[in-house]
Structure formats: structure tokens, C-alpha cells
T-cell receptor
Framework: GAGVSQSPRYKVAKRGQDVALRCDPISGHVSLFWYQQALGQGPEFLTYFQNEAQLDKSGLPSDRFFAERPEGSVSTLKIQRTQQEDSAVYLCASSLRSGLWNQPQHFGDGTRLSIL | GQQLNQSPQSMFIQEGEDVSMNCTSS?????WLWYKQDPGEGPVLLIALYKAGELTSNGRLTAQFGITRKDSFLNISASIPSDVGIYFC???????????FGGGTRVLVKP
């Protein structure tokens, strides 16, 4: 499809397990963003890539969170030793280029993560 | 984390009514965006504003970028049932590309 694709759509894991969430951005989009959305709240920034370079990871809540985009297209957000407070919807967004204000971010439908 | 102040938090609409919501910030933003999110889906871009004072329309939607660069509003005219959903404002600052979101305005249909 033409939009941002995320998988899986739903993930249930036991506390302590590791999880990996995948994002396929819109083809040709240089910039890729991850956001975390808690129930009933707006999305909050986690990290940002320009091509394969991770330029901002200031929003990652702990060192259990790790993101990569090795070839500058698909990105993976990994959470190690999951905890219940990690339960949220994880949204991925991409934009055509960075540093240009006329390039808004387009979002995928997210992965809903539930930690039991 | 920081979020923009968005109001109202929720509102009921009747078909045909006009709807208004706004967003304020203590920080200046260079870009304001408005998104709509339906249950189980990601936010969908409605309107993007790039210049202080800018007034932009998209069909029945009208949004303005406040002159102080610290606020924005969204109006929906002649609402229809499919306008139901959660509307988010988002600001993009000069220092980087990340978006800072408001807490959302939940638009519901009057029973």
C-alpha cells in the first residue's frame, strides 16, 4: 500500500519478555519517527531517524528501548525486559525530508502492545 | 512528557452544528498541525499551518496559526456524523523535527 505500514497490529507479551515492532515507511520518505500513545492521551515522541542515522533519541524512556533503521527504510523498535507500564500504542510516522517545514508527518495505524 | 493544552477535552455535537477547539502552548512553534484519529487507527493529517497568522481551509475545516505562534484553533462547520473522533493538535518547533501533541478533543454525537 501507499501508507506507513506497521506490524504486528497487536502484541501481547508477558512481563520480562522482549518484543520487536516493525515499521515500513512510505516509499522514498527519508525521515522516520516513533511515538508512544498511552490510553486516552496524545502521542509522545520517542525517537527520530534521518535515513539510517538516529538523530534524536531523547524521548526513549529507558535503556530498555532501542530503535534501529539499518538500511534507511524499515525500522524496528525493540523493548527489552518489558514492564506493564510499556503497554501502549506505538505509532510510526514518516515524512519526505527533514528540515523542510512543508513536509508533514504521516502515521501508520500503530501496534497495540499489552504487557501482562 | 510535555503536551500542549487542548480544549475542550470532549464535546457533543448535533448534525449541522459548528464545532471549535483550540490549543495553547508556553513554547513557540514554527508549524502547527491538526490530526484526526479514529479508534484503532493512526492519526490522519487534516491541516498543516506554516506561518504565524495563517488561516487555512480544507473543505469544512478551517484552522489558524496564532500570531504569537503559541496557539492554534480548528473549526468544523456544519458537522456530520463522520466528524466523530479524536482531534489532536501538534506543534513542531525550530529545534528539531519531532511533534509535540495536545491531549486531544473527543467529539461525540449528542444522544
Amino acid at each position: 500500500g501507499a501508507g506507513v505500514s506497521q506490524s504486528p497490529r497487536y502484541k501481547v507479551a508477558k512481563r520480562g519478555q522482549d518484543v520487536a515492532l516493525r515499521c515500513d515507511p512510505i516509499s522514498g520518505h527519508v525521515s522516520l519517527f516513533w511515538y508512544q500513545q498511552a490510553l486516552g492521551q496524545g502521542p509522545e515522541f520517542l525517537t527520530y531517524f534521518q535515513n539510517e542515522a538516529q538523530l534524536d533519541k531523547s524521548g526513549l524512556p529507558s535503556d530498555r528501548f532501542f530503535a534501529e533503521r539499518p538500511e534507511g527504510s524499515v525500522s524496528t523498535l525493540k523493548i527489552q525486559r518489558t514492564q506493564q507500564e510499556d503497554s501502549a500504542v506505538y505509532l510510526c510516522a514518516s515524512s519526505l525530508r527533514s528540515g523542510l517545514w512543508n513536509q508533514p508527518q504521516h502515521f501508520g495505524d500503530g501496534t497495540r502492545l499489552s504487557i501482562l | 512528557g510535555q503536551q500542549l493544552n487542548q480544549s475542550p477535552q470532549s464535546m457533543f455535537i448535533q448534525e449541522g452544528e459548528d464545532v471549535s477547539m483550540n490549543c495553547t502552548s508556553s513554547s513557540i512553534f514554527n508549524t502547527w498541525l491538526w490530526y484526526k484519529q479514529d479508534p484503532g487507527e493512526g492519526p490522519v493529517l487534516l491541516i498543516a499551518l506554516y506561518k504565524a497568522g495563517e488561516l487555512t481551509s480544507n473543505g469544512r475545516l478551517t484552522a489558524q496559526f496564532g500570531i504569537t505562534r503559541k496557539d492554534s484553533f480548528l473549526n468544523i462547520s456544519a458537522s456530520i456524523p463522520s466528524d466523530v473522533g479524536i482531534y489532536f493538535c501538534a506543534g513542531q518547533g525550530a529545534a528539531g523535527n519531532k511533534l509535540t501533541f495536545g491531549g486531544g478533543t473527543r467529539v461525540l454525537v449528542k444522544p
